[in-house]
């Protein structure tokens, strides 16, 4: 590896393993999406290029290259804007911290400076899956074998507890509880843990996935949950490996399950299960704990949608020239005031 390519990585090494741990105090899972975030677009250069990973520089960082990995990021990966932008973030802020330890690479960061962050339009509601849909896909694992098995247990980890995909492939054997009150504990952004009850089905299920998968272990034991197996040796799973899983399966479900929303993505089992457990009269108190929100008003997005949903079913189902149409209207209805959304969900 060339002297420059060498200096790429080591300010890579210790952006990862020392400034953002170190000295800013970022948690593990913060860490590793930072990680994924330089992992993804290194790779996407070096596939445009035509050259291995080791032959890429900061160079390669140059506005053209970052632009083109963000359209791609859309077009091809079906990401949303937020994820674009955060991608964009996550990239500015590595080109940011190597700009002060390299001056070369000033002109670089001043020149990702320039790329605008995409403008978010405005959603009516929340991208979901019904529950329809989520039997569906929870019914495409191939159970006789055992790689169908063991996915099959991921996805019923994932849309029971609603964890995140980091929060996910960080879980240990050790985090759970499958005694008289199944729960099991997620270490979420900033560190944070929260218990999460566990259903019968999906105890049922990781019950038989840990004694096919660790036989050897005790309840104590610290091995990830979830697991691939690269060169005979365990490694977790990453959180690339479960979005090309849930991918996978996703693509397999018949158009009218897939509901138009394109890529089914780990964070779209979140919001399904989310959305699932508040129309099924879970508090908005209680769901924001129970999804790990920092803020209540985060969580107001599922209520909010639920709203929604319901004006369009009852606006379908009024004739045009029923007198109760100016009491439906999607004006009268939007649920923009937050004074209006904390006195309809008793928040005030």
Known sequence: MKGRNLRLFELIRSFLLEYLPKRRNYSGNTVRSYRTELDQFITFVARKRGVEISEVTFADFGRESVCS??????????????????????????????????LEVV?????????????????EGVRHLTEASVAELLGTPNGRTQKGRRDLALLSFMYDTAARVQETVGTRLANLNLGERPTVTLTGKG??????????????????????????????TDAPLFFVIRNGVRKQMTEDNVRKILSHYGGRLPEHARQGLG???????????????????????????????????????????DAEMKRRAI??????????????????????????????????
């Open 69 to 102: 990995f963000l359209e791609d990021l859309e077009s091809s990966r079906n990401c949303s804007i937020q994820t674009r932008n955060h991608r964009l973030n996550g990239i500015r802020s590595f080109v940011s911290y190597a700009a002060t330890m390299d």
């Open 107 to 123: 002109a670089v960061k001043q020149a990702l400076e320039t790329i605008p962050m995409k403008k978010t339009e405005a959603r």
């Open 191 to 220: 560190r944070k843990t929260r218990i999460v009850p566990l259903m019968n089905n999906t105890v049922r299920i990781l019950s038989r996935h840990i004694r096919e998968f660790h036989p050897q272990a005790t309840s104590d």
């Open 263 to 305: 890529n089914i993505h780990p964070h779209l089992l979140r919001h399904s299960r989310a959305m699932h457990l508040y129309q099924n009269g879970m508090s908005l108190e209680l769901l924001s704990q129970w999804l790990g929100h920092s803020q209540i008003e985060t969580t107001l997005v599922y209520a909010h949608a």
């Open 315 to 348: 606006e379908k189902a009024t004739p045009p020239d029923s007198p109760l149409g100016r009491h439906i209207k999607p004006t009268t209805m939007k649920l923009n005031d937050d004074d209006l959304i904390r006195r309809l969900y008793g928040l005030k």
